[in-house]
Structure formats: C-alpha cells, structure tokens
C-alpha cells in the first residue's frame, strides 16, 4: 500500500464556498460537519475552519439547495 505523504505547505486543502444568495439559512449543513467546519452568522452558513475539512462532502450532500461546493486543488 502506497500513501502519500504531504508536508503543511504541501498539504492539498479544500476549498468550500458558499453561494450566500442559494443559502436559505437552515443550518443542516452545519448540523452534519464531523469536523465544526461551518458555523451559522447572521442565517447563513459559513466557513469558519476550512482548514480542518475532511472532504467527506457531507454538507454538499445535504444542502438541497445546491449552495456549497467544495473544490480540491
């Protein structure tokens, strides 16, 4: 088995947005996150930890308004 290691500034990190006008505000993808990677201001979900995404894409699943992408560079 091969695994790859990378160091920190090597380290592949996600990017996860969030399209503040699809996001109405009802905080399933917040409740799901294994890792508090989003929290609710103001009614909407944001991203307060992107560094500590898992990349399961758990809160892109479960936003049925399609308003999170996450994008792995």
Same mark, same amino acid.
């Given at each position: 088995?091969? /695994?790859?290691?990378?160091?920190? $500034?090597?380290?592949?990190?996600?990017?996860?947005?969030?399209? $503040?006008?699809? %996001?109405?505000? %009802?905080?399933?993808?917040?409740?799901?996150?294994?890792?508090?990677?989003?929290?609710?201001?103001?009614?909407?979900? /944001?991203? /307060?930890?992107?560094?500590?995404?898992?990349?399961?894409?758990?809160?892109?699943?479960? %936003?049925?308004?399609?308003?999170?992408?996450?994008? /792995?560079?």
């Amino acid at each position: 088995m091969f /695994v790859q290691h990378y160091s920190h $500034e090597e380290a592949i990190m996600p990017k996860i947005t969030i399209d $503040e006008e699809k %996001c109405i505000g %009802c905080g399933e993808c917040v409740d799901v996150c294994p890792a508090d990677v989003l929290e609710m201001q103001d009614d909407k979900a /944001v991203v /307060v930890n992107e560094d500590e995404c898992l990349e399961c894409e758990s809160c892109v699943e479960t %936003c049925e308004q399609d308003a999170i992408t996450l994008e /792995v560079d």
